[in-house]
Structures are given as C-alpha cells and as structure tokens.
C-alpha cells in the first residue's frame, strides 16, 4: 500500500494553522486523564502505556508503506513540517508525558503536572502560534504570547483543580504556573511533552508536599 507523505506540510500559513489547531485539540484530550484516574490509577496506567504502544507500531508501520485507516491520517494531517519524512515521535512523549508523572507523584500532583501539559503548554504553541509577534532573543525564539499563555493555562486550569479538590490554593497554582513558563522557554521540540510535566510535577510535590 502507498506511504503517506508529509509534504502538504509545506503549503501556506492557514494550512500550518489548521494543522496546529488538529494537533492541539488532540493535546488536549490528554486532560482526561486525570479524571480516569481517579476512577483507577492501574486501569489509566494499562491505557495510556498500551495506546503509546500501538500508536508507535502503527506509526512504525506507517513509515514502512502500510496505511492505518484513520491513525495514519490524522498522524499526517497533525504533523509539522519538521516531520516531513520521519518518525512523529509527539504521540509518543504524550503518552509518556501523561503517564510517568501518574506512575511516579501522587495522583493530586500527576493530576496538576498533566494539566500543566495539556493547558499550559498547549496553549502556549497556539498562542505563539498564532498571535506570537514579541520574539526576544533571551526567549530561544519563543514568542512573549506563548509564554504568557502558558502561565495563563497552567495557572488557570490548577487552580480550578485545586478549587474543586477543597483547597483553592492559589500558591500551588502560581508555582505550577511559573515551573512550566521556565520549563517550556527551553528548546525540547516534541521531548518538551515530557519534561514540562516532570518538572511541573517535581517542583510542585517538592514544595508542597501534597
């Protein structure tokens, strides 16, 4: 069966913008599974190490000639130009952004470090992505919208968390908040799905305890 190639990735700004509102929307999704978690730890474990798998295999496959129906696409159709002719590794840190903070912090913390990604950082590449014109040199070439956005995100979604958890603890917002602003300015491409939501969730666990 015929490869799918990657080269619409190299048409014009709106076709990148769609391509970036796909690839959020389903960064997104990765919010659920705190919620699944609470419901069960070990069953959310078994999903997510079991759905990265998959995905890397058919990706695999992918690459090798053999159209997924529907994976295949959507893998296309969300990549970014940078991907044109690889492996798309972001599906995979996802996955291991969501589940190494759920395997190693207390589910509160994991819940707050996988907000930070799917929130913060998410935001963060759709802010920058589209609004992003203030580029200082000190930002690595991240733009001054994103990282506000990211604050915002992050800051937003773990205070609404900690909200309906009882507490309302702003701090733990704010620390949240700047740990994924600090995080996300470092160049780590795709492997940033990883890193922000282990430091999130170290900084936040290490200063709070909770």
Known sequence: MASLT????????EDRRKSELLRKALHFLIALVPILARVSRYFTLVLLASGTLAYGLMEYLRRRGINIPLVSNLTV??????????????PVTLGLGAFLP???YPLPVASIAIYALAFGDGT????????GRLRPSFLFGKSVEGSVACFL???????LYTIIAGSGNIFIALLAACAAVVTELIPLRDWDNIIIPMTVGGVVWFFTKI
Not at 7 to 13: A, N, R, T, V
Not at 124 to 131: D, E, R, V
Not at 153 to 159: E, K, N, P, Y
């Open 153 to 159: 995100g992050t800051f937003l979604s773990v205070w």
């Open 6 to 13: 990657m080269e619409s990735k190299q048409g014009p700004l």
């Open 124 to 131: 963060a590449s759709l802010a920058g992505k589209f609004f």
């Open 77 to 90: 159709a969300a990549s970014r130009r940078r991907d044109m002719g690889r492996f798309v590794l972001g």
């Open 102 to 104: 759920l395997l190693i």
